[in-house]
């Protein structure tokens, strides 16, 4: 027999104990407990430490708790390097430590959502995991400055730092953080409501190797916060400003003159950007791939012209909620190279003043995906059909009103919609 759960098995005696490990590093957990079950020799196998470098436990995450992060930092010990807690809201600071003192290789660590920890954990991993280049501390509400000053001191190798919705963090944990972590490649810091201009200076200062920073709802944010983070981050590919509702084309500018490489752009609801500030922007940064501008409500066609003659490689366009997008900007994106070559995703809802005739436009984007059309008035069915006959593959997401039912016979009352006659 080749399995068997004798621990004389066929493939036990044929093949040399090295290359069974190699094949056992292939398995996922689930499969690695299965076949620790199968016999002794097998158990010892699967349990081996090397065939546990990467962990996420999202899967389960309702199941784990705290000892059970104890007992696989037991068995990984510093084969370890990367653990995805995700979603554990029951492990918390006293297990993390046990962690971090038996997995001191780790490398990539996530506990986005762990919300049971505080600034005790960062403690731990700055004392004992010095080689830590990745760490999410989403949802993480209780983390404070004295994380990122811990955090400053001992992962001295970080490259990706997340504290999206870390509400208590402020300027002065940013300073201690940057001083010590000048190798930052990515910082997320969605929701940080205390930030401010000073703590993008901060960033300026020390962060030049920086090529990612959300900034998504940190309101306090204005126009020289902006243009601080653009002179020293020359380097800068994916910025979110969504929610930052104070910027104006200054910050374009800035962005403009400073950061040729920039991919991505998310500016929704940035109510105060122009024409003017996305035309220098387009004739700048010609790598642009992802631009999220819903609710950029002053932009027209010539936006949208800009974009067609500057930016052949964009993939992803938001336009949601600009009423003053037409047909004639859908026609100048349609026949660019990007939207023959590389538009994948054009989100147009609300877009009022959109008809049909922008869907006849959008049949030459053959590699279109997803578009989506909710509450344009002025388009129709028959519009989505025709285009989706020559564009098969595509997404189409709109919604139509409930039909007006016909007045009763004899009836002389107002005609309501099927809604309202439900209410």
């Not at 490398?107 to 403690?123: A, F, Q, V």
Request: charged share 20%; aromatic share 4%; hydrophobic share 35%.
């Amino acid at each position: 027999m080749v399995f068997s759960n004798n621990d004389e098995g066929l493939i036990n005696k044929k093949l040399p104990k090295e290359l069974l490990l190699r094949i056992f590093s292939f398995l996922d957990i689930v499969t690695l407990c299965r076949c620790a079950q199968i016999s002794k020799a097998w158990n010892i196998l699967a349990l081996d430490g090397s065939n546990w470098q990467r962990i996420d436990l999202f899967n389960f995450q309702t199941d784990v708790e705290g000892r059970v992060v104890e007992n696989i930092s037991k068995r990984c010990g510093g084969f370890l390097r990367k653990l995805s807690l995700r979603g554990c809201i029951g492990v918390g600071d006293s297990s993390l430590k046990t962690f971090a003192q038996n997995c001191r290789n780790i490398e990539h660590l996530n506990l986005n959502g762990c919300t049971k920890i505080t600034d005790s954990t960062c403690y731990s991993l700055s004392r004992f995991c010095s080689k830590l280049k990745h760490l999410d501390l989403t949802s993480c509400v209780s983390i404070t400055n004295s994380s990122l000053k811990g955090i400053s001191e001992g992962c001295r190798n970080l490259e990706y730092l997340n504290l999206s919705w870390c509400d208590q963090v402020t300027k002065d944990g940013i300073e201690a953080l940057v001083r010590g972590c000048r190798s930052l490649r990515a910082l997320l810091l969605r929701g940080c409501t205390q930030l401010e201009d000073e703590a993008l200076r901060h960033i300026q200062n020390y962060c030049h190797e920086l090529v990612s920073l959300n900034l998504q709802s940190c309101s306090r944010i204005t126009d020289e916060g902006v243009v601080q983070i653009c002179r020293g981050c020359p380097r800068l590919q994916a910025l979110c400003l969504s929610g930052c509702s104070n910027l104006t084309d200054a910050s374009l500018t800035a962005l403009a003159l400073n950061c040729p490489r920039l991919q991505i752009l998310e500016a929704a609801r940035c109510s105060h950007l122009t024409d003017a500030g996305f035309t220098l922007l387009a004739r700048n940064c010609h790598d642009l791939e992802k631009m999220d501008l819903e609710e950029c409500i002053l932009i027209t066609d010539s936006t949208l012209i800009q974009l067609s003659i500057h930016c052949p490689k964009l993939q992803a366009l938001s336009l949601s909620h600009c009423e003053l997008i037409t047909d004639d900007g859908i026609l100048h994106l349609s026949n660019s190279s990007c939207g023959h070559e590389r538009l994948r995703v054009l989100e147009l809802d609300n877009c009022l003043l959109v008809t049909d005739v922008a869907l006849e436009h959008l049949e030459h984007c053959r590699g279109l995906e997803r578009l989506e059309l909710y509450d344009c008035q002025q388009v129709t069915r028959a519009g989505i059909k025709r285009m989706r006959a020559q564009l098969p593959n595509v997404k189409v997401h709109a919604y139509f009103a409930p039909v007006t039912p016909p007045t009763a016979v004899g009836g002389n009352g107002p005609r309501l919609c099927r809604c309202c006659v439900i209410l």
